[in-house]
């Protein structure tokens, strides 16, 4: 595919009736943000950058400067939902200080470099992502309730399915975006679903995920309804989680596909390395109180081990005999930030790989696993206390996140009153 140049982005825009564009980036918690500039003032952007005021945006504090942001061509979007006259586009952004130097908090360059690395060490790494959400009902003010859309479980099919017209509103969509989804369906929760991404590199299919929430709570609103990612929104209901599914190829091979019934050792010290590291990177997976109310049940995982066919281990490897093998990482949910979840897992892996980690025997009905960190506050202290997540990510994003995590697990241990409203937001805002 060729690349696209600035050049080019101003050339769709002019053509394209385009009058606003927005200029995306992120905080540490992969929250996007953004600045809406006219498109008059594309050119002056791409040349010269545009101005932000980091103090108020999570994780940038302390930065101490004023700093820009570079649009990316690569991420031209249009929004199918604005108006096609006077139409919008977004752009992601590169975030730059006033030197030109990139900007350390810059969580998308930080998956850039992770991958690069990958591709130095001879992987070429694809990803294909299993995201699961919920649908639930407003109420007379228009407010989210906990009622879901519908009482369907997995694979159910209308009229008992509510969710068919939605997600087909919302495949197409992300199609007009130039996002790839490959199937849905409806889980086993009520009003839950699921949507499925073709395979593509790993900053694409993690610029693409940020695109993805955007577009389901947008067709949500549009059918006055309310989408949430929250892992756990109902106790007694399946949560909901984000799988990341790895395609790896090392000098055109499938890593994980079985060569007379073995599998490769690079593949097995890439898996091995993910395992020795799980517990102290998850904080990055599941990075909220209500990600680990999730775990260890409707066969989401809580042990650190890994299988072939075992639906509920950490780390699975279906179609192992097949061209098609992967890894699917299991424990991660969509309030992650998909740059530093990409970003850790891609070096977790490249360290095993470093290292030539032994593979642990495969989960049995016999064997020991250790454990997925219970809470929030065990998973924010494996990761404070590990050299291994220090030497993964730039300080300033460690120490940023971590200190927030750490306000986080404060407030919500402060009364049942404050961690309720923690929850009320939570549900809201992911």
């Known amino acids: 595919m060729m690349k696209r140049t600035a050049q080019d982005v101003i050339s769709f825009v002019e053509e394209n009736n385009i009058k606003f564009v927005r200029l995306a980036f992120f905080d540490v918690f992969g929250v996007m943000k953004n600045i809406s500039i006219m498109s008059s003032e594309l050119k002056e952007a791409f040349e010269h950058g545009v101005s932000i ?4 945006i999570d994780g940038f504090e302390g930065t101490g400067t004023d700093l820009k942001l570079f649009p990316d061509p690569q991420t031209l979007r249009v929004l199918p939902w604005r108006p096609h006259n006077d139409g919008v586009v977004r752009l992601l952004c590169q975030i730059r200080r006033p030197d030109g130097t990139v900007y350390e908090g810059d969580v998308r360059n930080a998956l850039k470099e992770a991958v690069s690395e990958a591709e130095q060490a001879g992987l070429e790494i694809s990803t294909g992502l299993s995201c699961e959400f919920y649908l639930f009902k407003l109420d007379e003010n228009g407010l989210p309730t906990r009622i879901p859309h519908d009482r369907a479980g997995y694979l159910d099919v209308a009229p008992l399915d509510k969710g068919e017209n939605i997600r087909r509103r ?3 969509t992300l199609e007009e975006m130039g996002i790839h989804p490959l199937s849905s369906h409806h889980e086993n929760g009520p009003g839950q679903n699921e949507i499925d991404f073709r395979y593509s590199d790993m900053l694409s299919a993690a610029d693409d995920f940020v695109s993805f929430k955007s577009v389901v709570k947008t ?4 059918e006055v309804l309310y989408a949430s990612f929250l892992p756990k929104p109902l106790p007694d209901s399946s949560g909901s989680g984000m799988h990341i599914n790895l395609y790896i190829r090392e000098n055109g091979q499938n890593i994980f596909m079985l060569q007379n ?7 097995q ?5 993910v395992l020795s ?5 998850t904080v990055f997976f599941n990075p909220i109180p209500n990600s680990y109310a999730r775990f260890g049940l409707f066969k989401a995982p809580d042990t650190i081990d890994w299988s072939f066919r075992n639906l509920n281990p950490l780390v699975r490897l279906p179609e192992a005999e097949n061209p098609s093998a ?12 998909p740059y530093l979840a990409f970003t850790m897992l891609i070096r977790a892996g490249l360290d095993g790989i470093r290292q030539q980690m032994p593979l642990p025997p495969m989960a049995s009905a016999a064997s020991t696993s250790a454990f997925l960190p219970e809470t929030l506050s065990q998973a924010s202290e494996l990761a404070k ?12 994003i460690v120490s940023n996140y971590l200190d927030i995590i750490s306000d986080t697990v404060i407030r919500s241990g402060q009364g049942g009153e404050l961690k309720k409203l923690m929850e009320e937001r939570y549900f809201e805002i992911i």
Do not use: Y
């Open 326 to 337: 992967r890894m699917d990482f299991r424990s991660p949910d969509s309030s992650c930030n």
């Open 261 to 267: 019934g073995q599998m490769s050792k690079t593949a």
């Open 170 to 172: 919302i495949c197409l």
């Open 277 to 281: 590291h799980a517990a102290e990177m």
């Open 385 to 396: 206390n590990s050299r291994f997540v220090r030497d993964s990510l730039p300080e300033i």
């Open 269 to 273: 010290s890439f898996i091995a390395g």
């Open 53 to 56: 005021v980091p103090s108020s």
């Open 219 to 222: 067709a949500a609103q549009k």
